[in-house]
C-alpha cells in the first residue's frame, strides 16, 4: 500500500513538475519576443534563471535580470534591467577637473547630445553650490547614513553607469536630512532612473518642496494626514510610448489645504528614456520644473511669500507590481539667484557653474546652453562690451595638465558663442588658471565644484 500511495503521489509530483517546466520554457520564449520585459524578480522567473543557468547559458542570458550577487563588495544592478540602450542627456556628477560629470546614459556612448537639443533649455543654476549628494559615503547594500525614511531603500551600483544609487520600491517617504533651509532662490538637480518595463499603474515618484515644522515627526504621521503642511508636490510617472494620459501633476498645500492642482502629461518619461535628469529652479515664489531639456512646469505662484521652506521630501505611493523601482542619484543643491547683467555690467565679472564639460575634456555638455544663452544675451544687448573669458579647474591631477585644460574649456566656450550665438570674435579673449585660483577648499565634492568654474570679465 506504502508503495502504490508513493507511486501515485510521485506521478503528481512529475506532472507538476511537467507544468512548471512547460510554463518556464513559455517565460523564456515570451522574453525572447518582447525584448523590454527583461526585468526579472519573481520566483517564477527567478526559477527560469536557476534552470536555464545550470543547463543552457543562452536562455540564462535572455532572462537576465537583476544581479543578488555581490561582485567585488558591490551590489550590482544590471543595465539590461535598469537603461536598455538609453542615449538621452543625463547629468552624472564626477570629479578629477570635471563640470560635473560624463556624458548621460551612458558607459558605453561617450557623445553627449548636441546643443541643438538644448535650444529650448533656460535652466541655470544657482551662483554657489552648497549640496552634492552622490552616496560615495554610503556601502553598497545599505540605507544612505544622511538620509531619514519611513519605509525602506539601498544603496546599488547600476552596470554600466557611474557612481551610487539610491533604490527604493515600496510606499513611504525619503528625506535629506541635511537639507534644512531653501533660500527664496535656488536650483535642485537629480538624476531618475526607473526599470524600463515599468508599470503604467505603478506609483509615480513624488517629489516636495516643504515647510516642516520638525522631520522626524513629520515622517510618522504623513502617512495619514497633511496637517499643517506647506509646500508643493510634484509627481514624475515613467510611461509607455503608446500611452496618451498619465498620472504626472503638482499640487500646492498651505496649511495642510489643497489650494491648487494642475494634472498634465508632459510629467512622462518614457523607454528608453528610462533615465531622465531633473532639474529644479525656484525664484521666491516661481517653481520652474525640467526633465532633460524639457520644461514641464513654470508655475509664478507655487510658493508662499512668507513661508520659510526647509525640506525636500521625496515619496513613493503603492506600485502595481514589485519589481517596479526607481533609482536616485546624483542631488545638486546650489543657491542664490544669478544676474549675469548687473554683475558683469556692473561690477566688471561674472562667474558661472552652469557651462560643464564632458569628464577630463573641453568638450562642452549641452547642458550648458541655459547658462550660454543668459551670457550670450547679454553680450549681444551690450555691443561695446568686450571680456575675457578664464577656466579654472579643481587641484585633482597635476598643474600643468589642469592649466592646459581650463585655457582649452575657455577657448571651447569662446567659439560656442562665436559659432552658436554670433557673438563677434574681436570681443572676446581667454585665458585659463588651472588650480592656481580656489574660491573654495578642494576637500569636499561641494569644494571642488566651486572651484571648478568660468569666469567672465569685463575688460
Known sequence: ???????????????????????????????????????????????????????????????????????????VVDTETVDQSNKEAVSTEANENTNQGISPGDANSKASPSLEVYRKFDFIPGEKIIVIEDFSQDAVGDFPDKWNTNSSGEIVTIDGKEGKWLMVQNKGLLIPEFITSLPENFTFEFDLVCNPDFDFYSTPFFFDIAALKNQSDYMIWKQYSYENRNG??????????????????YKVYENGKEISKNQIVTGQFHPPKNHVKISVWRQKQRVRIYMNEEKIWDIPKA??????????????????RATDRYYLGNLKLAVGAPDTRNKLITEGKFVTRGILFDVNSDKLRSESYGALKDIANVLTENGDIKVKIIGHTDSDGDDKSNLDLSKRRAEAVKNILIKEFSIDESRMETDGKGESQPVDKNLTPEGKANNRRVEFIKI
Request: proline share 1%; hydrophobic share 40%.
Open 1 to 75: 500500500m506504502k508503495k502504490i500511495i508513493f507511486c501515485i503521489a510521485f506521478i503528481a509530483f512529475a506532472g507538476i513538475i511537467n507544468a512548471q517546466v512547460r510554463d518556464i520554457k513559455q517565460r523564456v520564449k515570451q522574453r525572447v519576443i518582447d525584448k523590454k520585459n527583461q526585468k526579472v524578480n519573481t520566483a517564477a522567473d527567478n526559477a527560469v534563471d536557476s534552470v536555464f543557468s545550470k543547463t543552457e547559458k543562452k536562455a540564462g542570458d535572455i532572462v537576465k535580470g537583476k544581479q543578488d550577487s555581490v561582485k567585488k563588495n558591490k551590489k
Open 232 to 249: 508643493v508636490e510634484f509627481k514624475f510617472h515613467p510611461m509607455y510610448a503608446s500611452k496618451k494620459t498619465g498620472s504626472s501633476e
Open 303 to 320: 510658493l508662499n511669500a512668507t513661508t520659510q521652506y526647509n525640506s525636500i521630501i521625496f515619496a513613493l505611493a503603492n506600485s502595481r
